[in-house]
Nanobody, 125 residues
Framework: QVQLVESGGGSVQAGGSLRLSCAASDRTFSTYVAGWFRQVSGKEREFVAYITTGGLLDRLADSVKGRFTISRDDAKNTVYLQMNSLKVEDTAVYYC??????????????????WGQGTQVTVSS
């Protein structure tokens, strides 16, 4: 398992942008797929974005497609979530996750074995 630490959260107005970072503990991160999830109080943790080893493929939730971009820089042991055109409904705690590649759906929290502590994103109108 790899240790993950998120950063970059904060408060922005609707229409603004934020870039979240997820730093991994060591170079083994390059062998993991990575994802971003978000959660608000009283709701289930929901899938946001996914990226494969080497960044060869990525997937985005319909709610953020066209606005968010996931990327990774394995030389820096880091995965990013660029969030543009933010909406009030994007307000949540954002978590990054990592897991060993498998056929299990990337949208399921259960397929990831490493999680960061979360970073708060608040979007106001």
């Amino acid at each position: 398992q790899v240790q993950l630490v998120e950063s970059g959260g904060g408060s922005v107005q609707a229409g603004g942008s934020l870039r979240l970072s997820c730093a991994a503990s060591d170079r083994t991160f390059s062998t993991y797929v990575a994802g971003w999830f978000r959660q608000v109080s009283g709701k289930e943790r929901e899938f946001v974005a996914y990226i494969t080893t080497g960044g060869l493929l990525d997937r985005l939730a319909d709610s953020v497609k066209g606005r968010f971009t996931i990327s990774r820089d394995d030389a820096k042991n880091t995965v990013y979530l660029q969030m543009n055109s933010l909406k009030v409904e994007d307000t949540a705690v954002y978590y990054c996750a990592a897991g060993i590649p498998s056929t299990v759906s990337y949208q399921l929290t259960s397929r990831y074995n490493s999680w960061g502590q979360g970073t708060q994103v608040t979007v106001s109108s």
